[in-house]
Nanobody, 123 residues
Framework: QVQLVESGGGLVQAGVSLRLSCTAS????????VGWFRQAPGKEREFVAA???????DYADSVRGRFTISRDNAKNLVNLQMNSLKPEDTAVYYC?????????????????WGQGTQVTVSS
């Protein structure tokens, strides 16, 4: 059973950086595409970034150039480095995994989910 646990959320001011981590257990994360999604109150869950099984990365337009996703397969870990944070980045951030290697940017395409971590950016 694949289990994902997010960490690193918090309350920060606009303009600063924050790094989220997603730690996997029960499997080897190198076999999965891992994505980050976020959900703000009253809004749908939206794609943020993904690191594909083969290593290619994908980003939503709203975060490209500010966020960087990376993986450490040896540590079963995927990080999301978030720079130049804005109030509109405020949301619960979730990591998710799927066994394929193509471009996955829809929540329903992912099979495994973490419990989420809150990120709040104040202006």
């Amino acid at each position: 059973q694949v289990q994902l646990v997010e960490s690193g959320g918090g309350l920060v001011q606009a303009g600063v950086s924050l790094r989220l981590s997603c730690t996997a257990s029960g499997t080897t994360i190198g076999s999965y595409t891992v994505g980050w999604f976020r959900q703000a109150p009253g809004k749908e869950r939206e794609f943020v970034a993904a690191t594909r099984r083969g290593g290619r990365t994908d980003y939503a337009d709203s975060v490209r150039g500010r966020f960087t996703i990376s993986r450490d397969n040896a540590k079963n870990l995927v990080n999301l480095q978030m720079n130049s944070l804005k109030p509109e980045d405020t949301a619960v951030y979730y990591c998710a995994a799927v066994g394929g290697s193509r471009y996955y940017n829809r929540a329903y395409e992912y099979d495994y989910w973490g419990q989420g971590t809150q990120v709040t950016v104040s202006s």
